[in-house]
């Protein structure tokens, strides 16, 4: 390839960027009125962007315009305003345009020597966060990829706390002939919590270390109290939740986080978005207890509405969580003094600098706008559960604590309402108007909302529920 000129570099780079921006405005402002869910087929993308290696190359702007065309005919409308599927939460137009930054730096955040702006505002957002939360202000904070990633990091850290207090370096001896490590999680525990445990070698906890739940998905405390009392003794580890993926409920944090101390356990939570209740203060006290925890697992693309990814880690003890993560070479320039080197604290070493979209975020919108971006989210989802439940043939499954709402759709016994249940949700994904999904709640299906966008209002609901009634009076 000839060498291109300068200005010619400059050139070509802002057509490309010109028609991204193009692409994505298009689809951003189509989000209010297209169907949620793209209606291509997977053949139809194979065809379009599939096929073999290209063997001369094509023209970067027809590249371009092939991603954004395709992209915005095929992408699901999670940004948007009635997307309640999953727990997904759309971007602050701040963070949407930090991000862009982000890529256009293209910093590696491994080190503060490489990148020194975005270590320092991952630096600020990791402590803006600890404050948002309520938890201990020496509480030292790494941005992952998610959930999985940040309970994963957490893990690390406690495994590493727990075996050191029984004498074993498991960071420079690794597992085998350490101590067993006592591994206890709630039976509405989250997949990313049994995953976390899989790659730290811990294992997946048999049914005997899994403690019951009540009908909202809480941890009974007096169960775990009669589980560590049997158990052997040795370094132990807990894993509690702040909002139940189904129903949003809460452990009995403070509860759980006594019965760890009496034994010397560590106690993690899972509070992927609903740790973000402890931001609001209406919300302030289903997180009762939070902070007498070990670490804490957190997504900023959830609730704080950011740009995939972003997840947090957020560990009580600093040296546990240093140990666990950090590497050393004579290649690797550590940064000065109290300098932040984001490879101390996450299992990456080369990443993009995520936590600026979050720095964004926070900034823009201050403690008042956190706390009242999560208080409308809950405002709305008991807006759907207060016109679901007067509906005949419809339930509401669970307490509307949070932004999520469980809903049945009963038949004349347990298998014709799931089956009702299930050809509702599918009606209304196909329908367009929004997006919700399924789940399997104690034996019986449902339909699971999830409030945690933004940009929904009142009107979305209200035509969210016209097309969930429409689709329940034909099934």
Sequence with gaps: MAPIAAQDRLTALRDLLARAEAHALTFL????????????????????????VPPDGEDAGRVIDLIGREGHLASMASAGPRFFGFVIGGSLPVALAADWLTSAWDQNTGLYVAAPAASVMEETAARWLVDLFGLPTQSSVGFVTGGQMANFTCLAAGRHEVLRKAGWDVEARGLIGAPAT???????????????????GLGVPPDSHRVPTDTQGRMDPDALEALLAQLPPGPTVVCAQAGNVNTGAFDPLAAIAAACERRGAWLHVDGAFGLWAAAAASLRSLVDG????????VDAHKWLNVPYDCGVAICRHPAAHRASMTVNAAYLVPGDGDARDGLD??????????????????????RSGVEDLIEHSCRLARRFASRLATQDGIRVLNDVVLNQVLVRFDGDDAARGDARTRAVVSAVQKDGTAWLSGTTWHDMAAMRISVSNWSTTERDVDRTLESILSAAQQH
Excluded: C, K, Q
């Design 29 to 52: 402002e189509s989000l209010d009125s297209r169907p949620v869910m793209p209606r291509r087929s997977m053949d139809d993308l194979r065809a379009s962007l599939g096929g073999p």
């Design 182 to 200: 006592n591994v206890v999680v709630s039976a509405e525990a989250h997949a990313t919590i049994f995953a976390a445990l899989r790659l730290l």
């Design 290 to 297: 939070v902070a007498l925890a070990d670490s804490w697992a």
């Design 345 to 366: 604290w996450v299992p990456e070493f080369s990443r993009r600098a995520r936590g600026i979209a979050a720095y964004a975020a926070i900034r823009s919108l201050g």
